[in-house]
């Protein structure tokens, strides 16, 4: 009986971390991304400092729910070129033609290390990292216990010169908030989901372009431009 009783417990948190509080599907347009949140998420302008010092605008997409705190920055390099170009502390070394592409690609390796400190000063622990990829677009996943055991999933991704940031915190007791980052889908200027694959070195070697899938039964689906 014991056994049994195991199971079900068992079961039911599995149900649990299902993200069946989930009932919004958010669609950035212009920000190019999809992703599943409990509700509709609050939205703040923000500014990142990127790895080679240059200031680029963001914005932080947060919503709350019981079964903890959901977050996805978007960090927008698309005007790097740009904004390298009008620095005022151009040195030699950074003012080369293409250095600014040498940020760009940084930006991931920078976050994590952002997050490794923040972790640090704040008493928790890095339990997993780890490369992963979203549809063969790379980036780098990590798993956090709080100092006040709440655990964080962290994943990091960056495509199109636009940095993703995904963050989900859940308290100490529930399960596991994987589902947040299984959830994020790229989406090109019309809406259309991005899907890559890869050669034998690691190339990307094709781009695949499909509809967004139907929202499941429960799930709404909301539309920013």
Known sequence: ???ITQLIFTSLAFLSALPVFAQIEYIHRSDRFAITFPNIPEVDERTRLSAHGVIFPARVYSAYSSSGNYSLTLVDYTEAEKRHRARL??????SGATFWVMDVRASVAHEAQSIRESVRDAGGEITYEGWADIDKIEGHQMQITNKDQSRSFIGIHLNASRLYILEATSPQGFPPPAWFQQSLQFID?????IRYTFDTDGQRTNIRIVPLADVPEGVRRVIVE
């Open 189 to 193: 200027e019309n809406g259309q989901r």
């Open 89 to 94: 502390d151009q040195t030699d070394a950074s």
């Open 1 to 3: 009986m014991k056994r």
